[in-house]
């Protein structure tokens, strides 16, 4: 499969999210006591879905990748980690069938905060870095 339809499998995965966070916002789950968009919370509903975003794309490059290529978990710059991201480092090399998620896909304690990458160890490649908004 090319990298073009991995990536239209992965987001029409994605799109039951999106289209729940729409369903929400026109069901009034938003309006705060004074019958106002609560923005605050819109947003921040909205930073999961982009923090999101890059656990979709990491495992488009896992899944580019070829069947031999092995994948290090590399931990984030955070202080401190889940209780998921050092074992799935610990556990590192992986292979691109024995890997079940990506950092920020939302599969590990640390949801889509997680601030950890993926490297290929062929050649050094690393999947895409965490989003920062500040």
Known sequence: RSDWQIGLQRADGENQFLQGFLADIAR???IDDDGMLDLEAIGRRGDLYVHKFRGTAGQGFV???SDED???WRLG???EHCRNCPDLAESSPWTKDMLFTT???GDTACLTNCKCSLVRI???LTSFAPINFS
């Open 28 to 30: 009034g789950k938003y």
């Open 122 to 124: 062929e050649d050094g």
């Open 77 to 79: 710059g955070v202080e």
């Open 70 to 72: 092995l994948f290090e």
């Open 103 to 105: 950092p920020g896909a």
């Open 63 to 65: 899944d580019s990748s």
